[in-house]
């Protein structure tokens, strides 16, 4: 059978696929919606209208960011196993950097998180960055909606922890973890005041050995941080823990912190709302990626615009001007050829 399927027949059978909750299923719908073939994204598009599941949200988006080498993988396979003894079915989204050869993600989370993989009540998926700026795929919130629908509750999106990846995960997660790796405040002086203000709750990882009490001035000095910056939300106040995937300490601790979040949230309707600012930022998103799209593909663009960036190369033109420029002739165009 092929991966993508063709056809509103093969459609509606992987949107029943999904339904029941078949792991292959939302693989292949997730491959289908990563295409960047114009026939796929057409499929795409149809498949999400038929699964998209209308109202409030019954599931919980976690965003988990952290700089290279803070244990995310470690830390989330640990939390995540600790939300599926609680009932939970958890899908986790980890989006890689990729390969500049072929593309590819390079770190094979799955390999990375070897017991949540073989789980029968998880899925983890690795997605390579790409091109997109701030380290999460263009299609990570399309492929939230999938795992939603195939009845994952609980999903995780782990970011590269790269540049931008931090806003772009909070802008499409309900809750947002940023972890740290123990040290003392002067490492707090590297980590971006905007970072600290989309925060929801900070995990200090690696609290175990001879690291506790680095662990432990490294909360202190986050919690004082937090405490001098404009919170997130109005009905929660960011939190501080120290834990160890390692040994297990404090991990029981931060998914009763989660499930505490979503309870609050939820009381005061603060989710459906963060909901529909998510709806709003992926709109816009869309909106860019798409005029972008068209207008790299369009021809007459691409004649006016290989003379201009010589110029721009030699010196001899602004690249605003050279823009404004491209721009123009796009719209000219597009404006004569709308049916």
């Given at each position: 059978m092929s991966a993508v399927p063709a056809g509103d027949d093969a459609l509606d059978a992987l949107a029943r696929d999904l339904a029941a909750g078949n792991r292959r299923a939302l693989a292949r719908a997730i491959t289908l919606v990563e295409s960047t073939r114009t026939e796929h994204r057409a499929r795409a598009e149809r498949l999400l209208a038929r699964v998209a599941p209308p109202g409030a949200a019954v599931s919980l988006r976690v965003g988990i960011s952290g700089a290279p080498g803070v244990g995310k993988s470690t830390?989330?396979?640990?939390?995540?196993?600790?939300?599926?003894?609680?009932?939970?079915?958890?899908?986790?989204?980890?989006?890689?950097?990729?390969?500049?050869?072929?593309?590819?993600?390079?770190?094979?989370?799955?390999?990375?998180?070897?017991?949540?993989?073989?789980?029968?009540?998880?899925?983890?998926?690795?997605?390579?960055?790409?091109?997109?700026?701030g380290g999460v795929a263009r299609r990570t919130r399309e492929s939230i909606v999938l795992c939603e629908a195939a009845g994952y509750d609980t999903v995780f999106v782990e970011t590269v922890g790269v540049g931008q990846s931090e806003v772009a995960v909070a802008g499409m997660s309900d809750l947002f973890v940023l972890l740290l790796a123990p040290g003392g405040g002067d490492d707090l002086q590297g980590i971006k005041r905007g970072v600290m203000e989309l925060t929801d709750i900070a995990l200090i990882t690696k609290a175990d050995g001879d690291l506790v009490q680095a662990a432990s001035r490294a909360a202190a000095d986050c919690a004082n941080a937090l405490r001098l910056l404009r919170r997130r939300?109005?009905?929660?106040?960011?939190?501080?823990?120290?834990?160890?995937?390692?040994?297990?300490?404090?991990?029981?601790?931060?998914?009763?912190?989660?499930?505490?979040?979503?309870?609050?949230?939820?009381?005061?309707?603060?989710?459906?709302?963060?909901?529909?600012?998510?709806?709003?930022?992926?709109?816009?998103?869309?909106?860019?990626?798409?005029?972008?799209?068209?207008?790299?593909?369009?021809?007459?663009?691409?004649?006016?615009?290989?003379?201009?960036?010589?110029?721009?190369?030699?010196?001899?033109l602004p690249a605003a001007a050279a823009a404004e420029r491209v721009v123009a002739r796009f719209l000219q165009g597009a404006g004569g050829n709308n049916t």
């Open positions: 830390l989330i396979e640990a939390l995540g196993l600790t939300a599926i003894r609680s009932g939970h079915r958890l899908a986790v989204l980890a989006v890689d950097p990729s390969s500049a050869l072929s593309g590819g993600s390079i770190l094979g989370d799955k390999t990375r998180m070897p017991e949540l993989s073989r789980h029968a009540d998880a899925f983890v998926r690795p997605s390579p960055a790409g091109l997109t700026p939300s109005a009905h929660w106040t960011p939190v501080v823990r120290t834990c160890s995937a390692h040994d297990g300490t404090g991990i029981a601790q931060a998914w009763a912190l989660v499930c505490e979040y979503r309870k609050i949230m939820d009381a005061h309707g603060a989710l459906v709302a963060r909901r529909a600012q998510q709806a709003h930022g992926w709109l816009w998103s869309e909106i860019s990626e798409q005029l972008i799209a068209r207008l790299r593909a369009d021809q007459d663009v691409a004649r006016a615009l290989e003379p201009l960036e010589a110029q721009v190369r030699r010196g001899e």
